[in-house]
C-alpha cells in the first residue's frame, strides 16, 4: 500500500476491491472467498481495538476524533461514529449542496441499521451524461467519506457509467461496543 492510498480511505478500499477482482480473474473463486475472510477478520480485529480506544478515550475525544476525514470514515466503518447515519448522510448532502447549490439531487435514507441505502433522486434526467456523472461522483465522494456503511442506488436509470450504481462506498465491520 502507498502513503497516498494510506491516508486515503477511498483508495485503500479501492485498492481492497482490486486486489479482490484479480484474485477473482484467477478463476479460483476459493481463494477469493478465503482473502475476503482474511479482510473481514482483519476489519473485525482493528474495529475491536478502536472500539477499546474509544471506550477509553471518552465522548469528548470521539467527537473530535470523528471531525478528522480519514478517521471520520473508519469510525463509520466499524460502527463507533458518534453521530448517526442519517446524521452523516444529512450532513454530505449539506456539502454537496456547497459544491452544486439547485444541481444537488434529493436523497432517501432507507433500510435497516445494518443494511442502509441512499437513494439519490435524480433531478437531472436530461441533462448531459458527463454532468449526471459530476453530479453522482459529488454524492458518492460526499457520502464515502461521511457514511461509507451506506450503499446508493442512483434513481432514474442508473447506468454502469454511474459511479455508485447499487454498491457500498466501503466495506464496513461493524463492532459491538462491550
Known amino acids: 500500500m502507498t502513503a497516498a492510498t494510506a491516508t486515503d480511505p ?5 485498492r481492497v476491491e482490486d486486489l479482490l477482482a484479480r484474485l477473482e480473474q ?7 472467498v478465503l482473502a475476503e475472510e482474511i479482510v473481514r477478520a482483519l476489519m473485525e480485529f482493528y474495529g475491536a481495538g478502536l472500539s ?4 477509553l478515550a471518552g ?26 447515519t442519517r446524521e452523516r448522510v444529512a450532513t454530505a448532502f449539506e456539502q454537496v449542496r456547497g459544491q452544486l447549490g439547485d444541481r444537488t439531487p434529493g436523497y432517501e435514507l432507507t433500510g435497516r441499521d445494518d ?10 434526467s436530461n441533462g448531459s451524461a458527463a454532468t449526471r456523472r459530476a453530479v453522482i461522483a459529488a454524492v458518492e465522494g460526499a457520502l464515502a467519506a ?6 446508493v442506488d442512483v ?3 442508473a447506468s454502469a457509467d454511474d459511479l455508485a450504481a447499487g454498491r ?5 465491520v461493524g463492532v459491538s461496543a462491550s
Request: with cysteine; charged share 25%.
Open 10 to 14: 477511498r483508495g485503500a478500499a479501492a
Open 26 to 32: 484467477l478463476g479460483d473463486s476459493r481463494t477469493r
Open 52 to 55: 477499546r480506544i474509544t471506550q
Open 59 to 84: 465522548a469528548d475525544t470521539v467527537r473530535r476524533l470523528a471531525a478528522d476525514q480519514h478517521l471520520c470514515a473508519v469510525l463509520a466503518m466499524h460502527g463507533l461514529h458518534p453521530d448517526s
Open 115 to 124: 443494511d442502509q441505502v441512499v437513494t439519490v433522486h435524480s433531478n437531472h
Open 146 to 151: 461521511l457514511a461509507p456503511e451506506v450503499r
Open 155 to 157: 434513481e432514474g436509470g
Open 168 to 172: 457500498e462506498l466501503l466495506p464496513v
